[in-house]
């Protein structure tokens, strides 16, 4: 079945820097990526989602790239703020599975005012 | 327009014990995924379902169990529990028989097994 790895497993960030997220998987009939964030105690929520058929998605200061042939897919976050402090998750779906995503491990990241 | 619930909050059980947890979808949405999210590790997909029927099942033994009701809302049953089932519960609703894409997730349940 699908694995996905997930890098790094903290990461910490100073207000204003950039953060990047790495995810690999393993089967290649995935293609659907999504991210989400989740703070503590709360609900995953999804930021931002990418299909194999793109190869970089925008929504303001987040943004997400695939690499297909490397299959590798990661998560940027610009000019970062202390409220996108959380934990992050990549996954990974194979459309005609029926949606079943696959978790990495997750993220937490910390970003320091 | 209501995201997903999920009831119960929090829920404390013995080994041996069963439980049902219960979710509702988001308004308009037909599929319902159940995953269990263990401290400090990303959520583990259990099963997915969609037209009352459990239509993907992930590595997970047989006492879990699900239901889904005609008004989309399901249940997630685990019998004869064990410690290792202490878990945040989670569901996930989407629309277009899962092949729309964007799970949306529910709060969870907060399962404890002493």
């Known amino acids: 079945g699908e694995n996905v790895e997930q890098h790094p497993s903290t990461l910490s960030v100073q207000e204003g820097d950039s953060a990047v997220i790495k995810c690999t998987y393993s089967d290649s009939a995935s293609n659907y990526f999504p991210w989400y964030k989740q703070e503590l105690g709360k609900r995953p929520q999804l930021i931002i989602d990418i299909r194999s058929n793109v190869g970089e998605k925008k929504d303001q200061r987040i943004a997400v790239t695939l690499n297909k042939t490397a299959k590798h897919f990661s998560l940027h976050i610009t000019e970062t703020q202390p409220e996108d402090s959380a934990v992050y998750f990549c996954?990974?779906?194979?459309?005609?599975?029926?949606?079943?995503?696959?978790f990495g491990g997750g993220t937490r990241l910390m970003v320091k005012p | 327009d209501a995201g997903v619930t999920q009831s119960p909050t929090h829920l404390i059980k013995t080994r041996g014990q069963q439980v049902t947890l219960r979710c509702s979808p988001k308004s308009g949405h037909d599929t319902v995924s159940w995953y269990q999210q263990a401290l400090g590790q990303g959520p583990q997909f259990i099963f997915q379902?969609?037209?009352?029927?459990?239509?993907q099942r992930g590595n997970f033994p047989d006492r879990f169990s699900g239901h889904q009701y005609p008004n989309y809302s399901s249940e997630l049953n685990v019998n004869a529990l064990l410690l290792g089932d202490s878990a945040l519960y989670l569901c996930a609703s989407s629309s277009g028989g899962g092949v729309a894409v964007g799970q949306f997730f529910g709060p969870g349940t907060r399962l404890t097994v002493l």
């Open positions: 996954a990974a779906s194979i459309n005609n599975a029926g949606n079943m995503l696959t």
């Open positions: 379902y969609y037209e009352e029927e459990e239509r």
